[in-house]
């Protein structure tokens, strides 16, 4: 019990722990103390055994007391009995006690030692002593040193100062500099072993390394840059080699692994391609371009391929992409565009890299690239089921066609202007329509035809040729079953489709003599067609081959392609900064201005790299929208509103 009606009376606990510290624990201090640091010296001198454990026991219990050695140290004892306060902060006894004299101790002893100079010896044998003294002082105070105290860094740090001397580092860097250059990996191995230990030299040779790395890949990347802007497979494989050369040459240990990782993330993200595309999503533009030369059907005379290996390589550049996000939006685009092409090596290899990407970032990254997987092969079984369904309603008018039905929010197609389709083609769609809108209620169907071909025959020539056209060719020259010439004009309001790309259409038609006009000249261009020209069917069209290939790419597709693009890579960065945003304040509630954006750039790093000034945009935006608010007092503070 207390009596709270006079000092200096303390519950027994209490008590007993003060007349322990007054009359045992601290007497005994002073010879405990000396004890230890005598015992230390014997073992540094003499090689004797000591009990490491017994010191650190000690060690952590007076470090762990709040008591004070010195003259005036009972008469603050009694003044804190008296004041009934133990919450005074008191000088640490260890750092003043122990851990001043230890460290003078070490450097006496080492000043004394007989290390030999760089000069006197070959660096090699000098090094070796001076390692074997840092490590074994080094695994000596780890022994009984407190985890707790920061007498361990000071001690590595005393002891570099001891043993390496500026004009012996920088004796060390020249000779680290010169191997770096001359990239000789053994005697890389054996110096760094001796230099490791200590911290200043081990930082400075790794730094070095990533300098000599990061200057390579970028020259390399530099020197190439001409061509290899429009060639991934030279970009991607060069970067490959180098990666693979300097995995090589510096394999040495964890520590370099980083120095390689940060140099070929440099120099991939920022290099000469990436300043003469004026931007720094080229390089995932590049490798998504590259995985699409390796699954695209090849020509047999193509050497074959070890994907698995290839794909282990792609994902060895993709780790050092910044922009995922931006390698995704082409990959997926290209991988949707094999699909519908029908250009995939096979299913199994599109499954194979997505898994590999799945592992690297997770399933919400690769989701959409397995539903255009899932929608190709449900599409199989739907046009089987329509195909059925066409004979047993015994429909005798529709083509002979096939479809791909792929979800909206997994394309990455831009869609065209409705055009107006012959009758020969609505039927067939309509029917289609009509078949899946009775499957699928509440579904809207989009024609994407833009991305759709056919075959068409030429019936009225001796040779029967069959012509391999895209939708917007197929549409034109099937008018030419009403008429045998048509103007320009004609044909747009006919076929509603727009003028630059029907110039476009027609310029292929025309190159390839399938079409014809007396009112171009043989070397036209899309601007030379006009309006009132007349485009006539080239009845005595001749080839060497009956199977004639006349769909080729359309300009103003592919630029809409990537203008949609570029757009849906903003877009979809400012739904994933304010859906960080919001997850954050929900379980903060109250943040810093400042402190938000630094959370959301280390949440977001490993997918891209935001912008502050977009962040700042989106806080904004959701401050509109009322999902939070400023501080009334302090307009630095965010609140989340619920």
């Known amino acids: 019990m207390v009596n709270e009606g006079r000092r200096g009376i303390y519950e027994i606990d209490k008590l007993a722990k003060q007349v322990w510290k007054e009359i045992f624990f601290i007497p005994l201090f002073t010879c405990v103390r000396k004890t230890c640091l005598n015992l230390i010296k014997e073992h540094r001198n003499k090689k004797l055994p000591i009990n490491t454990q017994l010191i650190k026991n000690i060690i952590e219990l007076y470090s762990k007391n709040f008591v004070l050695v010195n003259e005036n140290f009972k008469n603050q004892i009694i003044e804190l009995i008296i004041n009934g306060s133990r919450s005074e902060s008191i000088n640490d006894m260890y750092g003043q006690y122990f851990e001043i004299e230890f460290l003078q101790d070490i450097e006496d002893f080492y000043r004394q030692q007989n290390i030999p100079s760089l000069e006197s010896t070959s660096m090699i044998e000098s090094l070796t002593q001076i390692s074997e003294y840092f490590d074994q002082e080094i695994n000596f105070g780890k022994s009984f040193l407190p985890e707790s105290k920061s007498t361990l860094q000071i001690l590595i740090n005393k002891l570099e100062e001891i043993f390496l001397p500026n004009h012996y580092l920088n004796s060390i860097m020249d000779q680290m500099k010169i191997i770096v250059s001359t990239e000789n990996s053994q005697d890389l191995r054996v110096l760094y072993k001796l230099v490791s230990p200590f911290p200043k030299i081990k930082d400075e040779v790794v730094q070095l390394i990533e300098n000599h790395i990061y200057k390579f890949g970028a020259n390399t990347i530099e020197r190439i840059s001409g061509i290899s802007i429009d060639d991934p497979k030279l970009y991607v494989e060069t970067i490959i080699d180098i990666h693979k050369k300097y995995s090589d040459i ?29 931007t720094k999503t080229k390089s995932p533009e590049l490798l998504a371009r590259y995985c699409n030369t390796l699954l695209k059907k090849r020509n047999k005379t193509m050497e ?35 699909l519908v092409d029908q250009l995939s090596v096979s299913n199994d290899d599109e499954k194979l890299i997505i898994s590999k990407l799945k592992q690297t970032c997770g399933f919400e990254y690769t989701s959409k690239f397995e539903q255009m997987i899932q929608d190709i092969d449900i599409s199989k079984t739907l046009i089987d089921q329509y195909r059925m369904d066409c004979k047993n309603k015994n429909l005798k008018d529709i083509v002979d066609f096939s479809v791909m039905v792929l979800r909206s929010n997994s394309r990455s197609f831009s ?21 899946y809108n009775c499957r699928h ?3 809207k169907l989009i024609l994407l035809h833009q991305y759709s071909k056919g075959e068409i025959q030429r019936f009225f020539t001796k040779q029967k040729y069959t012509l391999q056209v895209s939708i917007y060719q197929m549409i034109v020259l099937l008018l030419f079953n009403e008429e045998l010439n ?15 790309l029907l ?12 079409l014809f006009s007396k009112e171009i000249t043989e070397d036209f261009q899309d601007s030379n067609i006009k309006m009132n020209h007349k485009i006539e069917l080239t009845e005595d069209f001749i080839s060497e081959n009956l199977r004639v290939n006349l769909n080729v ?3 103003s597709t592919k630029q809409k392609d990537l203008e949609y693009l570029n757009e849906s890579i903003d877009e979809d960065r400012k739904f994933v900064i304010q859906a960080a945003i919001v997850r954050i304040m929900k379980e903060r509630q109250n943040l810093k201005y400042s402190l938000l954006i630094k959370e959301i750039i280390e949440q977001l790093s490993l997918r891209f790299k935001p912008k502050v000034s977009l962040i700042k945009k989106c806080i904004d935006l959701l401050i509109e929208k009322e999902y939070l608010q400023r501080d009334v007092n302090d307009k630095d503070i965010l609140h989340y509103v619920t």
């Open 304 to 338: 074959e391929i070890n994907l698995d290996k290839k794909f282990n390589e792609i994902l060895i550049v993709f780790n050092y992409i910044e922009d995922k996000d931006v390698y995704a939006k082409f990959y997926g685009k290209m991988l949707a565009k094999r």
């Open 415 to 435: 869609p065209l202007p409705n055009i107006i389709l012959p009758i020969e083609l609505k039927a067939t769609f309509d029917s289609f329509k009509d078949f």
């Open 486 to 500: 048509w103007t320009v004009e004609q044909i747009k309001a006919k076929t509603q489709i727009k003028t630059e």
């Open 250 to 278: 510096f394999d040495v240990g964890p520590v370099f692994k980083a120095a390689l990782d940060k140099a070929c993330g440099k120099f991939i993200n920022n290099n000469a391609i990436t300043e003469k595309a004026d």
């Open 503 to 514: 110039h476009q259409v027609l310029v292929s038609l025309l190159k390839s003599k399938i």
């Open 441 to 443: 209620n509440g579904r």
């Open 553 to 555: 790419g359309l300009k």
